[in-house]
C-alpha cells in the first residue's frame, strides 16, 4: 500500500515539474519574441524593457490560467471514464474481463499467462484493472491543478528573465544576437528537461525547441525592422 502511494505521488511530482518546465519554455520564447521584435522596431531601452515586462505579466497569468482549465479538464475526463467503466463492470463483466485479456494478449503475453494474469487483476479489483487496460491510466492518480497553475505562474517569469535581461543589459550593438544565443542556450535545456521527462528522444526535443524559438525570434525581429523602418 506505501508503495503504490509512492508511486501516486511521483506521477504527480512529474507531472508538475512538466507544467514548470513547459511555462519556463514558453516565458523564454515569448518575452524573447517580443522583446527582439520591439529591438527591431526600436533602441529605446525603455520601450523594450516596458513591453518585455507586460509580455511576462500576461503570459504569466495566461499559463496558469490555461493549465488549471486544461488539467481540470484532464481530471473530468479521467472521472467520466471511470464512472462509466463502473457502469460497464456492473452491466456485463464477462465482456470487460475478455477486453482486459484481450489487451493482454496484444501486448505479446501467451494466451495462458494473459487468462491467468487477468483473473489475478480482476478479482483483486476490477476497476482500477480495466481502467488502466482499457484508458491507460490509473484510478486515483490526478494532477492538482493548483499546483500545475502554481508552478506555472513561478516558471514563466523566471523564464521570461533571461531574454529581458539580455536584450537590456548587453550594449545596443550586440544586444539582439547576444540575446538569441542566450535564448538558445536556455531553450536547449528546457528541449532536453521536457524530452527527458516525457521519455523522448532528447536530440529531437532540443533540436525542435531550439528552431522553434530561432524562428520565433527571426520573424518577430524582421517584423520589428519592417515597421520599426
Do not use: C
Not at 517580443?34 to 509580455?55: D, E, L, M, P, R
Not at 463492470?89 to 505479446?108: I, M, P, R, W
Not at 487477468?118 to 476490477?126: A, G, I, L, Y
Not at 488502466?132 to 494532477?143: C, D, I, L, S
Amino acid at each position: 500500500m506505501a508503495q503504490n502511494a509512492k508511486k501516486k505521488t511521483l506521477a504527480q511530482k512529474i507531472n508538475v515539474m512538466r507544467a514548470a518546465v513547459m511555462g519556463a519554455n514558453d516565458g523564454i520564447v515569448s518575452v524573447a519574441g517580443i522583446v527582439i521584435g520591439v529591438a527591431g522596431a526600436t533602441s529605446s531601452n525603455f520601450a523594450i524593457f516596458i513591453s518585455g515586462i507586460s509580455g511576462m505579466l500576461a503570459g504569466t497569468v495566461s499559463m496558469a490560467m490555461g493549465e488549471f482549465v486544461s488539467v481540470n479538464t484532464q481530471k473530468d475526463s479521467q472521472r467520466n471514464a471511470i464512472s462509466h467503466q463502473k457502469q460497464a463492470l456492473a452491466d456485463s463483466y464477462d465482456h470487460e474481463f475478455n477486453t482486459v485479456q484481450q489487451k493482454l494478449d496484444s501486448d505479446g503475453i501467451t494466451a495462458d499467462l494473459a487468462e491467468q494474469a487477468t483473473k489475478e487483476m480482476m478479482n483483486k479489483d476490477p476497476l482500477k484493472t480495466s481502467v488502466r487496460q482499457k484508458y491507460g491510466f490509473n484510478v486515483g492518480e490526478y494532477t492538482n491543478p493548483l499546483s500545475a497553475a502554481i508552478a506555472s505562474m513561478i516558471s514563466f517569469p523566471t523564464g521570461s528573465i533571461l531574454p529581458l535581461v539580455a536584450i537590456t543589459t548587453f550594449p545596443s550593438s550586440i544586444r539582439v544576437l547576444a540575446t538569441g544565443i542566450a535564448v538558445i542556450i536556455a531553450l536547449a535545456i528546457t528541449g532536453y528537461s521536457a524530452a527527458k521527462l516525457g521519455n523522448s528522444n532528447t536530440t529531437r526535443g532540443i533540436i525542435r525547441n531550439v528552431v522553434s524559438g530561432i524562428l520565433t525570434m527571426i520573424v518577430t525581429y524582421t517584423i520589428g525592422t519592417l515597421i520599426g523602418s
